[in-house]
């Protein structure tokens, strides 16, 4: 359990993965020529989401295969409210171009009057997006910044048993400082990177038809340090590691397997609970608002809840440090796919 990969390619000859396990880097190369699925099954995207203890953006771009999407929620932790609008795009199948590094290559995607765009420039990234039917015509557009320090990250090569050629290669960078301004309608919101901070969800990989995974995720400060966390599960056969790791100061700590314990019912009608097997990550989420969507087309179904709210509890570093954490703006979700 928990093996660290070497460095190297990421598929081999017949398109397997070549190791599998954890890193605090990108250390495997990602080639799309290497995979030797079918392109309907290749699935790509770039997402972030950024949020202080008042907001949250979430901007998404993906090459699903045959299935391309822009997305940009925007979510008021005041007033307990989340708005999303997406624009589809048929058929891709690579076209899109997305990077196949999470350390350099640029996103400017536009579909309809929708467009996102990821910049990589140095010492950060540049986010900016326009989305004017956005909420019924009101509109949401915007640039942010993203400071990006020499963090250690969270990478997972993960290997799928019933499917040889299936994979995912995912990429998680918490804790980044983000300074900019989202306008929505007349309204212009600032975020501050003394209080504001994104996390990066990079993944590649040839998924199986039906899953349903769980994911967490919060970035912040903790006594003046800054201090997130990953944790997930649900997706391919996780044996060799999980992806739950720390961050504190941009050094990495690495979790065992943690376990959501989901409220019964609606998931943003009482608190989640969290709990690991090493007793490193004992944590309760109190929720603010669930991003909810559903969409089904024949056999085809997403059924997403990421629930936006607060953590609280204790997470141990790997020397035995103990940090009580409370209030700490964050998510968790829970998705299902038949794509």
């Known amino acids: 359990m928990q093996h660290q990969m070497g460095t190297g390619d990421l598929l081999d000859a017949h398109g397997r993965l ?23 099954r290749i699935k790509e995207w770039d997402y972030y989401c950024i949020a202080d203890d008042d907001h949250a953006l979430a901007l998404t771009v993906a090459d699903n295969g045959y299935l391309g999407f822009l997305g940009l929620s925007w979510m008021d932790l005041r007033a307990g409210t989340a708005e999303s609008h997406g624009a589809m795009r048929a058929f891709p199948f690579g076209r899109m171009r997305l990077p196949p590094s ?11 009057d929708t467009r996102i765009a ?29 400071e990006q320090p020499a963090d250690d990250r969270m990478v997972i090569a993960t290997p799928f048993a019933s499917a040889p050629k299936a994979f995912y290669y995912n990429q998680k960078i918490n804790c980044m400082p983000a300074t900019g301004e989202v306008v929505l309608g007349d309204e212009h919101i600032a975020f501050s990177p003394a209080a504001a901070f994104a996390v990066l969800d990079w993944g590649r990989g040839v998924w199986t038809w039906d899953n349903t995974w769980y994911w967490g995720s ?11 966390f990953n944790i997930g599960y649900g997706f391919g056969d996780t044996t060799a590691a999980s992806e ?15 376990t959501f314990h989901l409220p019964d019912g609606a998931l943003d009608s009482a608190n989640w609970h969290f709990t690991s097997d090493d007793g490193r990550f004992e944590m309760e989420f109190a929720p603010i608002v669930d991003r909810s969507s559903r969409a089904a087309l024949g056999p085809i179904l997403s059924d997403q809840h990421q629930v936006f709210g607060r953590y609280a509890g204790r997470a141990v570093l790997d020397d035995g440090t103990a940090l009580d954490i409370s209030g700490l703006t964050g998510f968790a979700e829970r998705v299902h796919n038949r794509w």
């Open 218 to 228: 919060a970035s912040g400060l903790h006594e003046g340090r800054r201090f997130g």
């Open 244 to 258: 739950n790791m720390l961050f504190l100061d941009g050094r990495a700590h690495k979790l065992g397997e943690v």
């Open 18 to 40: 070549i190791e599998r396990g954890w890193a605090r880097s990108e250390v495997r190369r990602y080639d799309r020529s290497a995979i030797a699925a079918s392109g309907w």
């Open 118 to 146: 990821f910049h990589h420039e140095r010492g950060g990234r540049r986010l900016s997006f326009s989305a004017p039917g956005f909420a019924g015509g009101k509109g949401l557009s915007g640039e942010i910044w993203l």
């Open 102 to 112: 999470a350390e350099a290559g640029d996103i400017d995607q536009q579909q309809g």
